[in-house]
């Protein structure tokens, strides 16, 4: 196996008397397309900065590309390409003139490595002569990313880029992550939804500035260990949920769209549920095995951190 | 038959010429909860600007709790909360201070205030925290704060823009709880999401293609009518559909 | 060489595409000389002035022939009139037989603000005496030079050196050198620098491998050069339209001041360094710059009568080293050599203030 892309050990930092990043410690291996998934708070975007050589740890250390973040930054720099989580080019400057000058920055040009991003700037070449800041949201994304992937990064670390993005560009732009890591590129993004980890290859699950589990979408979603259930009635879903909460066999219940994912205590007895629920006054109550997703692992795993 | 809360007769908004929000004709009831859907540049948020009285239609008539949205738009705004994501509350106020000073712009009585105002942190559990500041508080406990203190004055109409952005699941969870109990009690919520589980959670929805108004109905039949497993689906499909790039 | 001249490309442009910038940036200086040099000139012309003599004997019409001559001043007997051709009437004079009168008299013309100030002309004394309405001490203190350099040798032995006419353009046009670069490099750097903090664009810069040298010079560059433009306009206005004489002397101004320049440059960016709002930079560096050119570095108010911890307080103004600097070389003609000592205390102000900017800047964004 060859050396990994980005390795951490013991990673942590501090803000005063906040403990952003709590010794955490992972591998990304080479080719690799990796998602940090957290809420706000959870640590994604202090761990990006530090992966980005913007910030150092307090304790531990990060390697990238097995290039020391603290001590080989200049290494390390050249090779990583950053999108941070807020809009951060230059709105006065046209895109052209900004992804030029990114391209400048990292002494290239945009003609070298126009094949690379052909497919994410084409569309926004017609407004090659208007301000970034006069964008729309999805268009100044992309500008961004392009911006990121101009100097042919080896690593490119994208901190929350779809956060308040609508679910079309959402799912547009991980199709484009998707074909970069294909090109070989490793891929670090961060995200609070949940619903993109089948995304990944690998993903972090993290909260309160700890990874509670880093392994594959769908080992995290065996990992859940017990049956889950599909609770759904025929109508007054919030009094449904509450019902289920106060049954004694019932571990947790939650709202899941237009159903509540179930565990229950011990043995699941579906049955003597429904039955139970059906004598409280719900009516047409379907309990039905589903498979666990991502979100309830979180759910879980952050049930057992309380 | 009761009145709907929200009843729009071809609302439209242009900005020069572009047609930001084109003829939208929708009703909502009391005690609803309506989910107003759209991908970015869809003109979900010229569409809420104006139900709440912020920005004038340039045609078309709309009536918000009462009162004519081009005509009276004052007293819209007094009969309604909103909370977003982006603004919510004063980070360098304490809570105390933000429920008082919420309190006092929707003219709620210093007794009134204070009743409602102890009621209101007894409930979410911050009464001994009423001194910190709300800045320290975590994201999803400060969502639900603005979300009380938007029903601080008992508004029969709240807007929420998207208020669970970048919360995490446990609380997004129960902040959809509380918007169930306020619906409940006969509050009209109105809000906005990424999150297209929480669609579900909705009675009706809309979905805002292109200006316009592409789906309206509850997520079911929704969902039977586009033969779609999920909202997910009946919003990527229609939202694909969308020939404005948004620029 | 390429990334740098990129750099500086894209500041210039968004100097060029922030009208707001521009305006400031190429106005500020013609505006500011102009209305120093005309409008808020600290000197007064028309000044009125009455002459009494205290007997008959004594010719007070030829020292108000002398006095009305110069432009600044003009000339009435205190009773009694002028009629254009060096002829005073009877009434000038004064009879020492009524006392009270004269002083009476004086008081009046002076409270009803009839005159701003009254020559008493002691022909059998020789002696004359300058009664001033001081309520206005700058206008007081310019009426006594004024009456003191009309009468030359015969009044109060007053010699006006370098300025013989304390002609107040001489005085201010040093002053707003020091302030207009602070303004232009000081604040206007420091805002442009954090922006890019503001807007997270710096974190962009950082992760480059760009050295944080190359980001600090090139970002620096469009400003020097706006800097130098702003030099050239204020010497051409100052010499041309004010009537400063440069005293021959303009290489050394112009060394002196792009010293300066580069100081104010440094303080720019060490206030960028220090805050992370555009507005808390442009507070810092008003108060930290402005301020102190303005109140504490001679410009305005004489460092002499300061208290002496003011005195001292000044010491560590970069402005009252430039602008005393600057008033030696470019009014008094002197050259460089002859400043050695302000321009030491510069040039090691502006190693310090790069050193530590540097220092500072090199240490990473949170």
Known sequence: MNAPAIATENLTRRFGRLTALDGVTFRVGRGELFGVIGPDGAGK???????????????????????????????????????????????????????????????????????LIAPIYGPLERFASRPAGKLSGGMKQKLALSCALIHRPDVLLLDEPTTGVDPVSR???????????????????????MDEASR??????????????????????????????????????????????????????????????????????????????EAGGFRDVCLRPIEPGVEDCFMQLTERHD | MTEPIIETREL??????????????????????????????????????????????????????????GRQPEAVKRRIGYMSQRFSLYDDLTVGENVRL????????????????????????????????????????????????????????????????????????????????????????????????????????????????????????????????????VFLGLAETAKRSSE | MNTYLAFVRKEALHILRDRRTLLVVVLLPIVQ????????????????IRVAATDRLTDAGRIATRLDASPYLRCEALDGYYDGKNKYYDSFSYRSDRKNYRSDRIDQVLRRGEADAVLVVDGRQGRMQLVVDASNPNTATMAASYVGGALGGGA???????????????????????????????????????????????????????????????KMTPYFAVS???????????????????????????????????????????????????????????????????????????????????????????ARWYIGAVRKVMIEGLSLGDVTVELAVLAGMTALLLAAALKNYNKRTD
């Open chain 1, 45 to 115: 975007t202090t761990l990006m900065r530090l992966l980005a050589t913007l910030s150092r740890p307090d304790a531990g250390r990060a390697s990238v590309l097995e290039f020391d973040t603290v001590r080989q930054q200049a290494e390390v720099r050249r090779r990583v390409g950053y999108m941070p989580g807020r809009f951060a080019l230059y709105p006065d400057l046209t895109v052209a003139e900004n992804l030029a000058f990114f391209a400048a920055l990292y002494r290239t040009d945009v003609a070298a490595n126009y094949d």
């Open chain 3, 228 to 318: 130098c433009l702003n030099l050239a306009t204020i010497l051409a206005l100052a010499h041309y339209v004010l009537g400063v004489p440069l005293a021959g002397r303009a290489g050394a101004t112009v060394a002196l001041t792009l010293l300066y320049i580069v100081l104010a440059l440094a303080v720019g960016l060490l206030v960028s360094t220090l805050v992370r709002t555009q507005v808390a930079a442009m507070v810092l560096a008003l108060i930290a710059m402005m301020l102190p050119t303005i109140l504490l570095s001679g410009m305005i108010f004489p460092l002499e009568n300061a208290p002496a911890p003011l005195q001292w307080l000044s010491a560590v103004v970069p």
């Open chain 3, 33 to 48: 000389i102009l209305l120093f040099g005309f409008a808020i000139s600290t000197e007064i012309n028309d000044l009125r």
């Open chain 2, 102 to 233: 919420f309190g006092g712009i929707y003219g709620l009585g210093r007794h009134e205030l204070a009743r409602r105002g102890d009621e209101l942190l007894q409930r979410l559990d911050l009464t001994d925290r009423r001194r910190v500041r709300v800045g320290a508080l975590p994201l999803g406990l400060k969502q639900k704060l603005a979300f009380s203190v938007a029903l601080l004055h008992r508004p029969p109409l709240v807007f929420l823009d998207e208020p669970t952005g970048g919360v995490d699941p446990v609380t997004r969870r129960t902040f959809w709880e509380m918007i169930d109990a306020a619906a409940a009690d006969g509050t009209t919520v109105f809000v906005t999401t990424h999150y297209m589980d929480e669609a579900e959670y909705c009675h009706r929805v809309s979905i805002m293609v292109d200006g316009q108004i592409r789906a309206l109905d509850t997520p079911d039949r929704l969902k039977r009518q586009y033969g779609a497993a999920s909202m997910e689906e």
């Open chain 1, 171 to 193: 799912r547009e732009f991980w199709t484009i992550l998707a074909r970069l890591r294909s090109q070989g590129m490793t891929v670090v993004a961060s995200t609070p939804y």
């Open chain 2, 12 to 69: 439209t908004k242009r900005f020069g010429s572009f047609t930001a929000v084109d003829r939208i004709t929708l009703s909502v009831m009391p005690g609803e909860i309506f989910g107003f859907l759209g991908a970015n540049g869809a003109g979900k948020t010229t569409a809420m600007r104006m139900l709440c009285g912020l920005s004038r239609p340039t045609a078309g008539t709309g009536r918000v709790a009462g009162y004519d949205i």
């Open chain 1, 200 to 277: 990944c290859d690998r993903i972090a699950l993290c909260d309160a500035g700890r990874f509670l589990r880093v392994d594959s979408p769908d080992a995290v979603r065996r990992s859940y260990g017990r049956p889950l259930f599909g609770l759904s009635a025929a109508a007054d879903r919030h009094a449904l949920l509450l019902a289920a909460r106060r049954d004694a066999a019932v571990r947790s219940c939650y709202a899941f769209g237009n159903e509540h994912h179930l565990a229950f205590r011990d043995r699941p007895d579906p049955d003597g549920l429904r039955d139970r629920l």
């Open chain 3, 156 to 218: 109060p032995d007053v010699r006006m050196l370098y300025n013989p006419q304390m002609l107040s353009a001489y005085n201010f046009v040093p002053g707003l050198m020091g302030l207009i670069f602070v303004i232009i490099c000081a604040v206007l750097t420091s805002v442009a620098i954090v922006r890019e903090k503001e807007t997270g664009s710096l974190d962009l810069l950082l992760v480059s491998p760009v050295s944080p040298f190359v980001t600090v010079a090139a």
